[in-house]
């Protein structure tokens, strides 16, 4: 019969972890992504499971801080008759694992994944652990570390043709549906990654105690004047509109999170607009709704919503050159590179602000030409 241990393997989406019955739930699961809501959808997920499979169980939390890897090898490798039943959960696991996974490291660390390599494959089946590896990927020297028990999930970049597909999901999980309007106007405005999409459902059932929702009941319970919209931010900012962008940025939290969020409809946002202005080349100034359902992808949007993201971005693209687009493009890979290799904080911030009113002055500049 086959173990947990030899089932690792890559899962392509969480709802394909949500859907693993209780019992073939990895005992060590990785999630590679900066996305800390979708680590703790895992987290409470494994705690729900393990209580129905396991009964009671410690929870032991592990942190990127000194000392911390010596106690994660006790944990899992030293027998417990207390507490036999546990979930390690790891955070900031980059940090944790770097001086063990370096290739030019110490004799004392050496030692450390020499004895790790050695115990991992005989640990307890009755011992979960749950990484958040806080980077893009999962590292090929992590995955040779737990000795082909490690399974994992990297968070993807969404684009707008997956919004619908992954909002579908979304609501399969949760068991909701929204009406037509409020669905568009959900995709529109929730930033794109599966944990946003779930915490908002999540939250309108929570307030609403019901699942079936209106255009309403999205505008009133999840777009409050308290929380940062990076919509508002990219509209504003590609419609010059300096005050309103920075009343919105008031908001801020000092979480990269929103910052990354930003950047990437921002992208997104760029890439609409250049397509726009491919259509409108190829079709004397039009922009017929076929090929913007084609390109666009808007082929599910209303009629409604489709006219309007079509005025709107008409509108928008008058405010680019091919040129300028370039150097949107340009200063956002910058801008990207920067956020995620670490900058964060005061500095972080004044950066942001830099880049940005560096970016509202090349729309005045084209404005002014």
């Not at 499979?53 to 944990?75: C, H, N, P, R, Y």
Request: with cysteine; proline share 3%; aromatic share 12%.
């Amino acid at each position: 019969m086959e173990t947990k241990k030899s089932q690792a393997r890559e899962y392509n989406s969480l709802f394909q972890l949500f859907k693993t019955p209780g019992a073939q739930i990895p005992q060590f699961f990785a999630y590679a992504g900066e996305d800390s809501y979708e680590f703790e959808l895992i987290v409470d997920h494994y705690r729900e499971t393990l209580q129905k499979t396991l009964g009671d169980f410690e929870v032991i939390l592990i942190v990127s801080e000194s000392g911390e890897q010596a106690k994660l090898f006790a944990e899992l490798f030293t027998p417990d008759m207390f507490y036999p039943r546990k979930l390690i959960i790891i955070k900031n696991a980059t940090a944790l694992f770097k001086p063990i996974l370096e290739t030019k490291t110490t004799n004392e660390w050496k030692d450390f994944a020499s004895g790790f390599r050695k115990n991992i494959t005989s640990v307890s089946d009755e011992i979960y652990t749950l990484i958040h590896y806080d980077g893009k990927d999962v590292p090929k020297s992590l995955i040779d570390l737990f000795q082909g028990t490690l399974s994992f999930f990297k968070a993807k970049i969404l684009y707008p043709n997956d919004y619908p597909k992954i909002f579908k999901e979304v609501c399969d999980q949760e068991q909701v549906h929204f009406e037509q309007n409020a669905s568009e106007e959900f995709i529109h405005r929730i930033p794109a990654n599966v944990g946003a999409y779930i915490k908002s459902v999540k939250k309108l059932k929570q307030y609403l105690h019901r699942s079936k929702f209106t255009i309403d009941d999205v505008n009133t319970v999840l777009f409050s004047q308290n929380e940062l919209n990076t919509n508002v931010l990219v509209e504003s900012l590609i419609q010059k509109r300096k005050v309103d962008f920075f009343k919105e940025f008031t908001k801020f939290s000092d979480q990269n999170s929103e910052i990354l969020n930003f950047l990437t409809r921002l992208t997104y946002k760029l890439d609409e607009i250049r397509k726009i202005k491919v259509i409108r080349s190829r079709h004397n100034g039009e922009v017929p709704i076929p090929i913007m359902d084609e390109l666009l992808k808007t082929a599910s949007f209303s009629e409604a919503r489709k006219n309007f993201v079509r005025r709107q971005l008409v509108t928008d693209s008058a405010n680019f050159t091919d040129k300028l687009l370039d150097q949107f493009y340009d200063i956002v890979i910058e801008m990207n590179i920067k956020f995620k290799s670490g900058l964060r904080d005061e500095e972080g911030k004044n950066y942001f602000i830099q880049k940005i009113m560096h970016l509202f002055s090349l729309l005045q500049d084209k404005s002014s030409n």
